[in-house]
């Protein structure tokens, strides 16, 4: 009869310590994994929220300097050369610093360029801001009273609002403001009664009535064209047709 062949007392322990290393082990690689994966999404959710709480384009830190461009450049940004540019403006004796109500100030030559630019060719305003260093809204400083009649909660800043019509050129034919940062385009619209002065003077040659084309913080009306929002999947096929009918440049 063969003997009964027992784990001393000194191995059982070997064969727990070892289980309790496998064991401490696994618990560690699971610890260190879901600490991977909870700094993943943290860093995702970090991401996201810093998406969505800085929906405008960041300002670029540029200080416009027309002589960084040579003639030619010069001529096809802004129709004039360099020396042109000065010209026009000692000819039209524009003071070196222009300061604005709202505090900020700019040079009389970026002012210039400015302009010739957007009349050499039709942009937003957030197309200029590489070349200007310039933001496309007006932000203010947080008042400290009544601050929420200045707070645009689209652009999630303090602000404030102007109502403007420009021809596909670059020339601005009506100006309205400035208005509360909260206050809604449509309340402008209709404030300005710009739709009653359109019906009256605006006409084609045929004495029909022409259209202006806003973004889509305005509604639909006789005289005002707005796209549907959406993407084209989700539109029906006389809305894709109509937003196709009425893109142009906003």
């Known amino acids: 009869q063969l003997p009964l062949l027992l784990p001393r007392e000194d191995d059982a322990n070997t064969d727990d310590d070892d289980d309790d290393i496998e064991e401490q082990a696994d618990s560690d690689e699971e610890l260190v994994f879901l600490l991977g994966a909870a700094n993943d999404l943290f860093q995702h959710a970090a991401q996201f929220l810093l998406r969505r709480s800085n ?6 830190f540029v200080i416009f300097n027309l002589d960084q461009y040579d003639d030619i450049t010069s001529e096809r940004l802004f129709r004039f050369q360099v020396d042109e540019i000065h010209d026009i403006v000692d000819a039209l004796c524009i003071p070196n610093i222009l300061p604005l109500d709202n505090g900020s100030k ?6 210039v360029c400015l302009l010739l630019r957007r009349l050499v060719f039709t942009c937003q305003l957030v197309e200029l801001m590489p070349m200007f260093g310039r933001s496309e809204i007006r932000p203010i400083a947080r008042p400290t009273e009544n601050q929420r009649q200045e707070y645009n909660g689209h652009h999630r800043l303090h602000a404030m609002k102007f109502q403007a019509v420009t021809t596909l050129d670059g020339i601005v034919v009506h100006l309205l403001g400035p208005y509360h940062g909260a206050q809604h385009d449509t309340a402008m619209y209709r404030i300005s009664r710009l739709q009653a002065t359109h019906l009256e003077r605006v006409k084609d040659v045929a004495g029909n009535n022409m259209c202006l084309f806003g973004d889509q913080g305005y509604e639909n009306s006789p005289v ?27």
């Open 55 to 60: 929906r405008n384009p960041s300002v670029p």
């Open 106 to 111: 700019f040079r009389s030559i970026e002012g």
């Open 224 to 250: 005002l064209l707005v796209n549907f929002p959406g993407k084209d999947h989700e539109l029906t096929e006389w809305q894709r047709a109509f937003n196709m009918a009425v893109r142009v440049p906003l």
